[in-house]
């Protein structure tokens, strides 16, 4: 009996344990789909987001934050 619950417990564990790889697995599909959705319908989420009244200050005033979210303005004078 007692080894039953070993083996059991074991069969147990994994099962738990790919099943909660599973879930983990669907869920971050089903969020780099709806990510892939709203960037089509909608464009760059950081547009909007850094369009608020309040955080329109942070890439004006951080150079660095403007490259890494891909908010610097095309040079006007090359065209």
């Not at 147990?12 to 599973?22: A, D, K, N, R, S």
């Not at 890439?59 to 090359?78: M, T, V």
């Amino acid at each position: 009996m007692s080894h039953a619950s070993e083996l059991y417990g074991a069969i147990g564990i994994t099962l738990v344990t790919l099943g909660w790889f599973f879930i983990l697995g669907r869920t971050m599909m089903f969020s780099l789909s709806v990510d892939a959705v709203i960037y089509e319908r909608f464009g760059s989420i950081t547009q909007f987001v850094f369009s608020l009244p309040l955080l329109r200050l942070i890439p004006r005033k951080s150079a660095r934050l403007r490259k890494l979210f891909g908010l610097e303005k095309p040079d006007q004078s090359a065209a």
